[in-house]
């Protein structure tokens, strides 16, 4: 097998596992130890996997999270879910900011349903489903351009946000600690930070185990959010720290709300 096959067979495993083990890759692929370390290397070079002790993994890390590419072909049940629980957030001649992220981008797609609206958004897979959408007018964010996100970020795509206002944002996010909101990249966090202050209404997305998880930057506390939007039910500890703080969930698996 060549090197770009067995990489994409790597990653392949990735998403479909989560993590791999250095041992089983070099015999499913009947190659020495030390081609698979090379191999590892390159891809955490691409920002695509993060290298652990014997092995690999795509789950996020304190300053690690996984490529656009491996988010957008996991979980779509949840993230579909999700994703319909904000659009009923969403009126015909709304201003609404989308923020990145692969459960933005399902959102982002079915934001059609809801026509006319006004959609601003620095995430491309957005972008790309709303350009030729009659009834959309759609603000591309501008910016330096993130393979890893999918997405425009840095200081151009700030400015702009700083010159416009929405009825609501959705933001989503891959660590809450406690009450607080974490990423591991400041350029995404300062995008998503501005979405919220330029928002009326802001809505966090967030899948429920990516509650009692933190990563580097502090982004916002949970309090700051109008709504909070989850799969399922966060762990017990998250969830007691949740119910201390009177924090309320609306969960699309049991379609209730919870306090």
Known sequence: MK???RQQAIMDLLVAEGEVELDSLAERFAVSKMTIHRDL??????????????????QSGTRFESDFRFRERQGAAEKTAM????????????????NDGSLAAILGKACTAKRPLTV??????????LKTEAGITLLALGGLYSSKFNAYLGKVTEDALSRLHADI??????????????????DVLRSKRAMMDQ???????????????????????????????????????????LDAAGITLTITKSHETHT
């Open 3 to 5: 090197r770009d096959d």
């Open 41 to 58: 290397d390159e891809l955490e070079g691409e920002g695509l996997l993060r290298k652990i002790r014997g092995g690999a993994t795509i």
């Open 83 to 98: 994703a319909n629980a904000a659009l009923a957030l969403i009126e015909p001649g709304m201003t609404v900011m989308i």
């Open 120 to 129: 601003i958004t620095n995430n491309c897979a957005v972008i790309d489903a």
């Open 169 to 186: 944002a959705f933001i989503s996010t891959p660590a809450v600690s406690g009450t607080k909101v974490y990423h591991m990249d400041d």
């Open 199 to 241: 928002a009326q209404v802001t809505c966090l997305l967030v899948n429920h185990a990516r509650f009692g998880k933190a990563a580097l930057h502090h982004l916002a506390d949970l309090s700051e959010f109008d709504h909070i939007i989850t799969d399922a039910t966060p762990a017990p500890v998250a969830k007691a720290a």
